[in-house]
């Protein structure tokens, strides 16, 4: 099992915008991809897509303010079923603190490799959504790659 | 063992242009740090500064073009010593993929989810300078966090 970390520092106005982003459709929408309905509380089921090229369904495991969501993923490219995304806050002065991992990848193949790096450019655009109001949600992404 | 792992793709004018922003100080001081000084060649030794927090010092183990570079960590923070960094360039149409890897990480540590997305983010400025000429190098590289 390998895993994808990252990091990130939001000095967003309160702690409460950064969980909110992860808990809510329109927070959702507002950096990861415009395209997404559910329900990000415990239990809920939120549905990504980025169309055309397909999309994720997570069931939301854990939802506890303001330290820490975890994601299943139970529909999407087959490695990413069954994989876990794990989200920790910390508030450290002025920053929240986003602790990232996406975790239960079965081989170190070349497209997590592509992952890891589009989901540090998606977290730029969470920080970025929540210090500034404008994030880089699918469709107006940042292109990494050949992949997008 | 954990790696820290990323690829991106660019549209460089040609994929040379790539592995000499890996291999010659010039093109490093263009996306990760103005501060570098050394010899990219294999068997060389590259310094990279980020004043005022201090640097890296890596040997260069391989570097075959336009295919492979590989560094050894031979001096820096502690948890960076021993660890390699991997770059793998393949041509693919109009792109070049950079398949990048830190291997040899022996715990998963905050610092080293840091390193993955400020990675990420410099990768970013590697595509950068390759398509537009103008990357982002410390000290004018992407604050990510309080880290930096």
């Known amino acids: 099992m390998?895993?994808?970390l990252?990091?990130?520092g939001i000095k967003a106005p309160t702690p409460e915008?950064?969980?909110d982003a992860l808990?809510?459709?329109d927070g959702l929408a507002g950096w990861w991809t415009e395209d997404v309905r559910g329900n990000?509380?415990?239990?809920?089921?939120?549905?990504?897509?980025?169309?055309?090229?397909?999309g994720f369904d997570m069931e939301v495991l854990e939802a506890r303010p303001v330290?820490?969501?975890q994601w299943r993923v139970i529909d999407g490219p087959q490695e990413w079923i069954g994989t876990t995304i794990d989200w920790e806050l910390r508030e450290y002065g002025e920053w929240t603190i986003?602790?990232?991992?996406?975790?239960g990848w079965t081989e170190p193949v070349?497209?997590?490799?592509?992952?890891?790096?589009?989901?540090?450019?998606?977290?730029?655009?969470?920080?970025?959504?929540?210090?500034?109001?404008?994030?880089?949600?699918?469709?107006?992404?940042?292109?990494?790659?050949?992949w997008h």
């Open 2 to 4: 390998v895993d994808i």
């Open 6 to 8: 990252h990091r990130v």
């Open 17 to 19: 915008m950064v969980y």
């Open 23 to 25: 808990t809510t459709v």
């Open 40 to 54: 990000g509380n415990p239990g809920g089921k939120l549905e990504f897509r980025f169309p055309p090229i397909g």
């Open 67 to 69: 330290e820490w969501v």
């Open 98 to 103: 986003v602790l990232f991992a996406h975790r």
């Open 110 to 146: 070349e497209f997590m490799h592509h992952c890891s790096t589009k989901w540090g450019s998606f977290l730029m655009s969470l920080k970025s959504m929540a210090e500034t109001g404008e994030g880089a949600p699918a469709p107006r992404d940042v292109v990494i790659s050949d």
